[in-house]
């Protein structure tokens, strides 16, 4: 292992997970291969219905242990994202895996025990996750279908169309989420949240961001791009914040001296007028008064808004 | 003048008022006249649960040991993951002036690191059983504990069934203004003639 100090990252490799949902033909598959050398992972069917030009290497299984057996082949090494089209068909391939192979997703009857599948599938969908972006370090973008569902008022709002918990820990570790719909004859990739749909943006990469149309002869280049852009965003938010996350890093192990030697209501009065004296950053100056604070009741103390110091609890 | 206190509760049960399920207003404004006015309510058995949840995430997070069959082990273990090195249950209050008065906003953080609040919460329903994301999209949290905290960049609701976890993500600038926000809770309060309640059982 090894200690990265904030001044020496780099994130010019930077990968990304990325989701990105909408009705049927709108054209999320074509979306999702224009990220930077993609292999998809067909669980859906949906190269079909990719136009020729655009169609990119593609794994068609029937199975998941075929998918693992191909995303663990030499192979893989040339792709830089792995697009997995839909995550609910995956999520269907992950239950019939444990069913085949787990011996207690099955009940004395030989049925399905869909409470198991489940749980089986939803830790497996997060494995194989994790596996792409922190092992492989490749990109990964979950393709799901929406559907339209009723919120509690009745009004249509948009939802991820998959079963269990998958569709909603997959937004964990995701980088950024869109919502694919037409807007004035336009297609548009939605990252704002709204109440109806929720979306994901991060790095610069929010609000409505027009899809273009392609032809034959355009690259399909949408998501490289956008992944482009969001990898600038962090270089640049990265070096604004390295300084500050320093000066942090630094207050706070102050901070932590400071506190470990308070004794007595005399040490902490000393140790509210150092700490305050401090150059503080981020929100070092909150989270030091709130240890003081967890210290000074540990010793019997209190402190006296009037006096503005801690006192006993007997003065 | 006495200054009076605004609470995230307060704001939350007033809202609750407007996003509560069709059919369920009367009772929806009734709680809401319960905590204006201070009324002790009963403790239900999913805000004890909430409670008990959450002390567990941060025993955890201190580093002390949860019993391997304690309830929502997986789940408080996942959250204490999240929150580890910062400081919990933070108590913190900040003036504020709405409409020419002053207020004063009080909170407490769950847990506060490095320029991020987080806010545990104990999810009743499964995550397998229903959509959670969005849950918090118009919660009236993030934008009053942006106001309280304003060096904080980034605001995480984690919740949690007691087995997996969901961390719904809100920042600074895809925040709404608190002050539109309790404005919009005064009018409330003026229209349905409750300055005066509020006025009297929130004077700090």
Redesign the interface.
């Known amino acids: 292992m090894a200690i990265v100090r904030p001044e020496n990252m780099d994130f010019s490799k930077q990968t990304f997970s990325a989701i990105i949902y909408g009705s049927p033909g709108m054209g999320k598959t074509t979306l999702a291969i224009s990220a930077p050398k993609p292999v998809l992972i067909d669980f859906d069917n949906g190269v079909s219905r990719v136009a020729a030009a655009h169609r990119v290497p593609t794994i068609v299984c029937s199975t998941y242990e075929e998918v693992l057996a191909d995303i663990d082949s030499p192979d893989m090494k040339e792709f830089e994202t792995i697009v997995i089209d839909t995550g609910g068909s995956f999520v269907t391939y992950l239950k019939d895996w444990a069913f085949r192979t787990k011996k207690d997703c099955k009940t004395q009857k030989g049925t399905p025990n869909t409470l198991k599948q ?1 749980g089986y599938a ?1 830790s497996e969908f997060m494995a194989f996750t994790e596996k792409i972006t922190k092992v492989m370090h490749k990109n990964v973008i979950y393709v799901f279908h929406s559907e339209e ?1 009723a919120d ?3 009004n249509p ?1 948009q ?2 169309m998959c079963e ?2 998958a ?3 997959v ?2 570790g995701c980088d950024f989420g869109g919502y694919l719909q037409m807007i004035n004859n336009e297609r548009k990739l939605c990252f ?4 109806d ?2 979306a ?3 790095h610069g990469i ?1 609000g409505n961001i027009t899809v273009p149309v392609l032809d034959a002869n355009t690259p399909n280049v949408f998501m490289t791009q956008l992944f482009e852009k969001a990898r600038k965003s962090i270089i640049e938010e990265s070096d604004a914040n390295t300084k500050e ?1 320093k000066k ?1 890093d630094e207050v706070m192990g102050e901070v932590k001296k400071i506190v470990d030697a308070v004794t007595d209501v005399d040490t902490a009065n000393q140790a509210l007028a150092t700490i305050s004296d401090l150059e503080h950053a ?2 070092s ?3 030091s ?3 003081l604070n ?1 210290k000074a009741k540990e010793l019997g103390l209190k402190y006296n808004g009037k006096s503005k110091a801690y006192v006993t609890k007997e003065g | 003048m006495t200054m009076v206190h605004i609470t995230k509760t307060l704001l939350e049960s007033w809202r609750y008022c407007f ?4 059919g369920y207003e009367d009772e929806a404004y009734a709680d809401f006249l319960k905590t204006l006015r201070r009324e002790q309510t009963e403790t239900t058995e999913a805000m004890l649960n909430g409670l008990a949840f959450e002390d567990r995430c941060y025993r955890a997070a201190e580093g002390k040991t949860i019993r391997t069959d304690a309830k929502w082990r997986e789940g408080a273990l996942k959250v204490a993951d999240v929150i580890r090195g ?3 249950q ?1 108590p ?1 209050s900040r003036p504020i002036e709405v409409d020419g008065t002053t207020y004063l906003l009080k909170g407490v953080l769950d847990a ?4 991020v609040i987080y806010d545990v919460k104990f999810l009743s329903k ?3 059983s229903a ?4 849950k918090w ?2 919660c009236t949290q993030h934008p009053a504990y942006f106001y309280l ?1 304003p ?2 960049h980034e605001f995480q609701y984690v919740g949690s069934d007691g087995e ?6 809100y ?1 600074r600038d ?1 925040s709404p203004d608190i002050h539109e926000i309790i404005h919009d809770f005064l009018e409330f309060l003026k229209t349905e003639g409750l300055m005066d309640v509020f006025a009297e059982r929130w004077a700090v």
């Open positions: 489940f939803k569902k509690k008022d009745g709002v939802r991820l269990g918990a569709r909603n820990t937004w964990n704002t949240p709204t109440d749909y929720f994901k943006g991060t929010v996350r942090y981020m929100t100056k909150k989270e008064g709130a240890m967890a | 996003s509560c399920y069709e910062a400081q919990i933070v913190i506060l690191k490095a320029g499964s995550l397998g959509d959670v994301y969005g999209l118009n905290v060096e904080a997996d976890i969901y961390i719904e993500t920042q895809q």
